[in-house]
């Protein structure tokens, strides 16, 4: 099983431009979510997904966007980056709503320019 | 507001050491408690805790938690260099969100 599969690995934007965080999972989790980690201030939740089709806002949502078409992929796109958005991307999937540990992709470390 | 305080923010041990890593939380809608490690990518899991008193072992980790003072501790005993990692601390939250809450860490380096 590959897990949780996350791209890219590095990427370097400029400000006002926009992009997608890809994840992916092969374990068949009903529950995904996109947190941030930032120096100083622990992993923090941006968005999360209790299924297909389903996407709420988490504590720092501002200026993403998340989407749930399939129960494998859960995409971060940043609408227009911003400095304050550099920082290290990580999706993260569990199989139920709650009572299981989260399995973590590898991450995203994200500079904006 | 709902927080979780780990404790020390950091240390350096030198092999073969026992090391006690503190987690205190206040979180309405406690669910259970998770331990992580980090190292240079993703977390990863060690252990879950939802019943207070109850010890969980793994080699030479093992966790508690005691859920009338609202805290948990990680122990490592006889530690070795590749225990030198950020270990994580979570709540998991009942709540709307089905979050994890977590604390900013406990970096640990142990030294030959």
């Known amino acids: 099983n590959a897990g949780v599969t996350q791209t890219p690995k590095f990427q370097v934007l400029k400000t006002g431009q926009s992009m997608t965080l890809q994840c992916a999972q092969d374990?068949?989790?009903?529950?995904m979510s996109w947190y941030r980690q930032d120096p100083g201030m622990g992993l923090r939740l941006i968005h999360y997904s209790v299924g297909a089709g389903i996407t709420d806002q988490g504590e720092v949502p501002n200026g993403y966007n998340v989407s749930r078409s399939t129960t494998e992929d859960f995409p971060l796109r940043l609408l227009s980056a911003a400095p304050s958005q550099t920082s290290v991307y990580f999706c993260?999937?569990?199989?139920?709503?709650?009572?299981?540990?989260?399995?973590f992709g590898s991450g995203t470390r994200l500079t904006v320019v | 507001e709902d927080k979780v305080v780990q404790s020390p923010l950091s240390l350096v041990v030198h092999e073969g050491d026992t090391v006690t890593l503190n987690c205190s939380y206040e979180?309405?809608?406690?669910?259970?408690l998770l331990w992580y490690k980090q190292e240079k990518k993703a977390p990863t899991f060690l252990f879950m805790l939802?019943?207070?008193?109850i010890e969980k072992k793994s080699g030479r980790l093992s966790s508690i938690l005691d859920k009338k003072e609202l805290f948990s501790i990680l122990n490592i005993t006889a530690t070795q260099t590749g225990d030198s990692a950020v270990y994580l601390c979570?709540?998991?939250?009942?709540?709307?969100?089905?979050?994890?809450?977590f604390g900013t860490g406990t970096l640990l380096a142990v030294q030959p």
């Open positions: 993260a999937s569990r199989p139920h709503a709650g009572g299981y540990g989260y399995t």
């Open positions: 939802t019943s207070s008193g």
């Open positions: 979180v309405t809608n406690f669910r259970s």
């Open positions: 374990m068949n989790h009903e529950y």
């Open positions: 979570a709540v998991d939250w009942g709540g709307a969100t089905n979050k994890l809450i």
